[in-house]
Nanobody, 125 residues
């Protein structure tokens, strides 16, 4: 079975940190990303990575605060979130695709065929 399982969400005060993880099973993915969706808002890209060349892309709102990384051996992608703000509150979803082109970072929901169940991140003021 191809599966993505997220963990690491929770409640944190503004300025705090969380580390999300997403472990895949059943297949090795070549591109993975994180999206988030707040109540009443559209799902949006947070960060994405193309492991073929380690290319990454971040939403402007999280640049400099969040870091995406991947452990190839564990087929796991991480999202280190620092200096969290209340506006970061959302359900965070892990996404993956099997194929990726060199130096291309996939930033659209439609680029990804596999999704995790989501993990809640709540940042209090």
């Amino acid at each position: 079975q191809v599966q993505l399982v997220e963990s690491g969400g929770g409640l944190v005060q503004a300025g705090g940190s969380l580390r999300l993880s997403c472990q895949a099973s059943g297949v090795t993915f070549n591109a993975m990303g994180w999206f988030r969706q707040a109540p009443g808002k559209e799902r949006e890209l947070v960060a994405a990575i193309n492991w073929s060349d380690s290319s990454t892309k971040y939403a402007d709102s999280v640049k400099g605060r969040f870091t995406i990384s991947r452990d190839i051996a564990k087929i796991t992608v991480y999202l280190q979130m620092n200096s969290l703000k209340p506006e970061d509150t959302a359900v965070y979803y892990c996404a993956a695709r099997l194929l990726s082109r060199s130096k291309v970072v996939y930033t659209s929901e439609g680029d990804y065929g596999y999704w995790g169940q989501g993990t809640q991140v709540t940042v209090s003021s």
